[in-house]
């Protein structure tokens, strides 16, 4: 790029360009411009569309190659389409370039956000594969992470390992070179040295680096450089002989015919794109007539370059004025030099991808004829359900994508259900807790008549274990798919069962007090709780809670959600509570009532009794509370299906408390030790 000093008292000049023609690019936008007219002449490809084209010199510079990305990005000079003709008036569909990967990261990072599709021949730094980064990046020249690894294992194939290393000072050599030492250090291969330098750097820097590969010890230079910036290079180091050295070089430069010029580069050796044959390119590239010349500002400057004349009055004067006898075809020259179509071929590509996107776009088949409708519009972000597509769409909320994220897949579902190991297991312990609650009611009836059973309230004891049996079997309704009536049932039987349960306790509790009461001189105050009360307690209790679970179910019941929030690559089904109040209220009723249980309980324990129940409905409660305490936060951080398992947890567990800490002691002694099991034992108070 021309430099210009600002003196702030002028508009600045537009960047422009300025040195010599490089007629090895100038033949890469020929190469696009004879397969844009190859596409406009086909019958196949976009038939009856014809695509138009703008083409600008970037000078490989970073400041010109963002200057035509913003001119892009606010679309052309309306003024140069004048004909109705054309459908997208001023708009850019794509961008076919740049060469170089810096300026291409520029542009991209500028027509990215415009979902404007840029498809590059020549960037090759890895960099440039970060969709997130670059989302409307594409190129038909692999990603320089397999040539690095390649230049690594084909330094060690010939066994160099010590070596020099050169790159150019930007995102094409910088990335290439990092990859490349990353590749050599676990190949074994040691670096002398690793220097930077760029073409616009001063002289010195430049000549620095030739005199680091003069001293060295290492006589293989492995160069990730562009074409521009060796081309410095080594005009500098065949100022001064140098001992011979082994260049290995990367594909930007290794197979470009002007470097043949120097001697020490005629042996390098590294990896080129493949060579393929365009046909009729060679033909398209030397049909220069005099008009299409003079009417190309560019190919002017070429053409007397190449011929060292001057076309009409536009040439400086020390040149002799073109008379016709020039012949292109005699021309030794990278432009016409079609023997080896590596890069030009990757352009000749690029034109055709972004044709064969438009016309998938616009164009449809039908009975075996192509219809295009040149007057379609289309988004730019629109070029498909393939890997890489510029724009993704995301799948529905309750579908996945696969492996490729080329296709929606529907999430699975997830529950807790009798067909995996924890919900059998809980499950069985479920049912194992109703029948040890039966065996225990079949125990107590069996031997109803003896003291045991007779002095702890035979009545409350079997409605107890009748509440537990209904206990173990709610946390069934917790298992399997949630639905609308599961999901009711559920919370509230579980609410009226374990209030139920603590009624009975409570029961049990007020009647150890008011028998001690009772046996005090001229108390009558069990007359005030005998079993008609106790009943009436139990009924009242449980009748409180069979109205909050009523309101809760009116105003707001649970009920079945997929939760999508929680996994984003499953659905889990469960019961929403409705209300949350009213999910609380429910657990805080019944831990009202086994809080009140367990201060009666703590009030009756040592009253003297050799069956007094207090002690043991104290131990139960402090279980009960311990474990729907830690059930809070467990259950507030437990996610998905295990929710419902810690649910079940709570439940199981406190039911076992119960029934455990109440009645596995009287069941022992009746069944084991029977001499405990009289009245006399019963009566005597001062026994332990």
């Known amino acids: 790029m021309h430099t210009v000093k600002h003196n702030y008292t002028t508009m600045p000049e537009p960047p422009r360009c300025t040195g010599s023609i490089n007629t090895r690019e100038l033949r890469f936008s020929r190469a696009m411009i004879f397969a844009i007219e190859e596409i406009n002449n086909s019958t196949e490809l976009l038939p009856g569309i014809k695509l ?24 052309l000079d309306p003024v140069f389409y004048t004909s109705d003709n054309c459908s997208q008036s001023g708009m850019v569909m794509a961008v076919v370039g740049e060469s170089g990967s810096t ?87 040691c670096v002398e040295y690793s220097e930077s330098f760029y073409r616009t750097h001063p002289r010195s820097r430049i000549q620095r680096v030739a005199d680091v590969i003069r001293r060295s010890t290492a006589m293989v230079v492995v160069a990730f450089a562009a074409f521009g910036d060796l081309r410095l290079l080594l005009e500098e180091l065949s100022l001064e002989p140098s001992p011979p050295r082994q260049w290995i070089g990367s594909e930007d430069w290794v197979t470009d015919t002007e470097l043949l010029k120097f001697s020490f580069c005629a042996g390098a050796i590294g990896f080129g794109i493949e060579r393929s044959v365009i046909p009729g390119l060679r033909d398209f590239l030397l049909d220069l007539s005099p008009s299409k010349v003079a009417a190309s500002p560019v190919l002017t400057e070429f053409w007397e370059d190449a011929f060292n004349c001057r076309l009409g009055k536009s040439a400086v004067t020390d040149k002799s004025v073109c008379d016709g006898t020039e012949d292109i075809k005699m021309l030794q020259s990278p432009y016409t030099d079609t023997s ?21 776009a616009v164009c449809q088949e039908t009975n075996s ?54 919900g059998i297991i809980l499950a069985a312990v479920s049912v194992g807790g109703a029948c040890l609650a039966i065996i225990t009611a079949a125990v107590f009836y069996r031997h109803r008549t003896s003291p045991i059973v007779r002095a702890n309230n035979s009545e409350l004891s079997f409605l107890l274990l009748f509440s537990l049996t209904l206990c173990f079997l709610c946390s069934l309704t917790f298992i399997g798919a949630p639905s609308a009536w599961s999901c009711m049932l559920r919370h509230t039987a ?178 084991f030790k029977p001499e405990k099991n009289t009245k006399k034992h019963l009566m005597n108070k001062n026994q332990s």
């Open 340 to 360: 080896q179509l590596r890069i030009t071929n990757m352009v000749y590509k690029a034109v055709y991808a972004i044709a064969h996107a438009i016309h998938k």
């Open 103 to 189: 300026p291409s990261i520029s542009m991209s990072r500028i027509t990215g956000p415009f979902k404007i599709p840029q498809v590059s021949h020549f960037a090759t730094c890895a960099c440039l594969s970060n969709k997130q980064q670059y989302p409307s990046f594409f190129r038909t020249i692999p990603s320089d992470q397999f040539q690095a690894d390649a230049l690594a294992k084909l330094v060690k194939h010939f066994g160099w390992t010590w070596i020099g290393a050169v790159r150019s000072d930007s995102d094409y050599g910088n990335n290439g070179m990092a990859s490349f030492l990353d590749a050599a250090h676990r190949e074994g291969i």
């Open 494 to 671: 579980f609410g009226i069962t374990f209030v139920l349960c603590m009624s009975c306790v409570l029961g049990k509790t007020i009647v150890v007090l008011m028998a001690f009461k009772a046996t005090l001189p001229g108390s009558n105050v069990m007359k005030w709780f005998g079993p008609p009360q106790q009943r009436m307690t139990v009924v009242s209790f449980t009748l409180i809670q069979v109205l909050i679970c009523t309101i809760w179910l009116v105003l707001s019941p649970p009920f079945p959600m997929k939760n999508l929030t929680i996994y984003k690559e499953r659905i889990i089904l469960e019961c929403a509570l409705g209300s949350a109040i009213g999910f609380w209220a429910v657990l805080g009723y019944i831990g009202l009532l086994a809080v009140f249980c367990f201060v009666l309980a703590v009030l009756a324990r040592k009253l003297p009794d050799n069956f007094n129940e207090a002690k043991l409905i104290t131990f139960s409660m402090l279980i009960f509370c311990a474990v729907w305490i830690t059930f809070i936060p467990a259950y507030l951080s437990s996610p998905g299906k295990f929710t419902v398992a810690v649910e079940i947890f709570a439940i199981l567990a406190s039911s076992f408390g119960l029934i455990l800490c109440i009645f596995a002691p009287k069941c022992f002694i009746i069944l």
């Open 369 to 422: 004829t192509t219809q295009c409708d040149a007057f379609t519009r289309i988004e730019s972000k629109e070029l498909s359900l393939t890997t890489d597509s510029p724009d993704c769409f995301p799948c529905p909320k309750e579908f996945w994508p696969n492996a490729e994220r080329d296709t929606c897949l529907p999430k699975p579902v997830e529950f807790l259900s009798y067909n995996e190991v924890l």
């Open 52 to 75: 138009g084209y703008q083409i600008y010199d970037s000078c490989a510079s970073v400041p010109v190659a963002v200057h035509v990305a913003f001119q892009l990005s606010n679309g």
